[in-house]
């Protein structure tokens, strides 16, 4: 799934955040049986308040602290910058590139179909990773610079996130949710992950057992 | 769902200007490229060029780690304090049309009392959280003390990313916002213009 998409919406072009969302279901053969595509109504107040953390730095020798609700439904500290007398401080403060077998940050997916709220702080009921009765393998995820797409006016950044999911059941999984959830790392002093990102999904998706799903994100940052 | 950008021009405290930000340049989409491709391994990496405020390349990471004596990252501070031109909200008198490669205002105005120039002041943040309609702001505001009118055509946000190993500390500054007002605004001898940037979410 390396084909460019063009982030747009003639109905609103100067949206400064916006995206869409790709799907393609695989038999075991590798024969695509489904695919479809989705445009994102789905950032959460998580996304605005991670921003606002690191915004609110003032950058140098300060540390600055916020907060966003952690995927355990809790208020939880966030760093927008750290540091600290001692080696190795640091960190990331939205990190997405999860790696495979993870299911704690980067693309999940899920069979909820619960209504959105800006205040979500994790998808209704998430197909964990696994190999067991209504799980799926977690594939590494990659993050795609696709650079300014200047052909569409205004121009649009493009960020695309790609995640591919396996079926190891023998069991069709039905996949109605997708959300993105991120990490706020910091070495030593906290680590947080947080759903930024949830859509439900208009159609349902139907992963036969040995088949796949993959997952694209692509996000575009109006810049025009 | 809705996400929308919006800039506020208040001259003495009366608003006088309110449009939608157009002003997110290609440098806020490396930032955040950055951002997301980071591992959260504890590694630092995840580099990527922007052009930084004088026009030149730089590389700015997604995950930092410092090494003895102080340490520590800052990703991208905007939160300058008064009389720092360099970053944080900016404004200017340049009219060149924002494109997604501009990497600085066309003509900032530096902070200061003399001919031409404003004093910078403190910036502040506000922010609502909802389940249908949630907003954060970010402010700063600009006293004129040159003794003559300065009249403000172009607003801007620079970010600022810091690195600190052995307690030295490393800035990286790049633009990721520029707008060109529709209307310029004329700030008076002791006038103040305060500039607010407000980013919203709703689910209608």
């Known amino acids: 799934m390396s084909q460019i998409y063009e982030v747009k919406d003639p109905q609103d072009p100067y949206e400064p955040l916006k995206g869409w969302i790709d799907i393609e279901v695989r038999d075991r053969e590798g024969k695509v049986v489904q695919k479809g595509r989705h445009k994102m109504h789905s950032f959460t107040n998580n996304f605005l308040a991670v921003l606002l953390t690191m915004l609110s730095s003032a950058g140098g020798a300060t540390s600055t602290t916020g907060s966003v609700t952690g995927d355990s439904g809790s208020a939880t500290t966030i760093y927008g910058s750290l540091i600290s007398g001692g080696n190795g401080f640091g960190g990331t403060p939205i990190a997405l590139n999860a790696p495979a077998g993870t299911d704690s940050f980067g693309i999940l997916v899920g069979s909820g179909t619960t209504a959105f709220s800006l205040t979500q702080f994790s998808l209704a009921t998430k197909i964990s990773n696994g190999t067991g009765s209504g799980q799926m393998s977690y ?5 795609t610079d696709l650079g300014v797409n200047t052909s569409v006016s205004p121009p649009v950044y493009q960020i695309q996130i790609v995640r591919a999911f396996s079926n190891l059941t023998s069991s069709a999984i039905t996949i109605n949710e997708v959300g993105l959830e991120a990490k706020n790392y910091w070495a030593a002093t906290v680590n947080v992950n947080f759903l930024i990102a949830r859509d439900i999904l208009s159609t349902s998706y139907s992963v036969p057992p040995n088949g796949s799903a993959t997952v694209a994100i692509t996000i575009g940052v109006t810049v025009g | 769902m809705k996400i929308k950008g919006w800039i506020i021009v208040e001259l003495d405290g009366k608003e006088v200007y309110r449009g939608e930000s157009r002003s997110f340049v290609q440098n806020l989409g490396k930032a955040l490229l950055a951002f997301f491709q980071s591992t959260a391994s504890g590694s630092t990496g995840g580099t990527v060029s922007i052009t930084n405020t004088s026009g030149g390349n730089a590389s700015i990471y997604g995950e930092y780690y410092g090494g003895y004596g102080s340490s520590g990252f800052s990703p991208m501070a905007v939160n300058a304090p008064a009389g720092t031109d360099s970053y ?6 340049g009219s060149t049309p924002q494109t997604y490669s501009d990497y600085a205002l066309a003509s900032q105005i530096k902070n200061g009392t003399g001919a031409g120039q404003l004093s910078y002041g403190v910036h502040t943040t506000t922010s609502s959280y909802g389940s249908a309609s949630s907003y954060v702001t970010i402010s700063r505001t600009f006293t004129n003390q040159s003794g003559s009118a300065i009249v403000v055509r172009e607003v801007g946000i620079i970010a600022r990313q810091s690195t600190t190993t052995n307690s030295n500390t490393t800035d990286t500054k790049f ?13 008076n001898n002791l006038g103040t213009l305060t500039v607010t940037y407000t980013l919203t979410l709703s689910t209608s």
């Not at chain 1, 594939?139 to 993050?143: M, T």
């Not at chain 2, 520029?178 to 310029?184: G, H, I, M, T």
């Open chain 2, 88 to 93: 944080g909200i900016v404004v200017g008198s």
């Open chain 2, 175 to 187: 633009l990721i916002a520029r707008d060109v007002l529709a209307n310029p605004v004329t700030v």
């Open chain 1, 139 to 143: 594939g590494i995820s990659s993050v």
